[in-house]
């Protein structure tokens, strides 16, 4: 069993920068490819980006350039650096383990 906990959440303004964390407890981590997803409210749940366990990285295009994710598996843990946020943004962003874990979310709001 995979327990997924997302934190770094909130409010900020469009232009801002927020960093998420997911951090992974109960399993191996180190080998697990892991991923960002998000939800507008209204809106379908949507894929943002993703890390393999060797660190590759691939991005959904409407946040390529300013999202960056990165893992330390020592503290098994997955970041998001989100930089330049818009409005567009503001969603439930959710953490996923590629054997099927989801973590409940952290809410970002972008205020434009």
């Known amino acids: 069993q995979v327990q997924l906990v997302e934190s770094g959440g909130g409010l900020v303004q469009a232009g801002g920068s927020l960093r998420l964390s997911c951090a992974a407890s109960?399993?191996?981590?180190?080998?697990?490819?892991m991923a960002w997803y998000r939800q507008a409210p209204g809106k379908q749940r949507e894929w943002v980006a993703t890390i393999t366990g060797g660190g590759s990285t691939n991005y959904a295009d409407s946040v390529k350039g300013r999202f960056t994710i990165s893992r330390d598996n020592a503290k098994n843990t997955i970041y998001l650096q989100m930089n330049s946020l818009k409005p567009e943004d503001t969603a439930v962003y959710y953490c996923?383990?590629?054997?099927?874990?989801w973590g409940k979310g952290t809410l970002v709001t972008v205020s434009s």
């Open positions: 109960g399993s191996i981590f180190s080998g697990s490819a």
């Open positions: 996923y383990d590629f054997r099927n874990y």
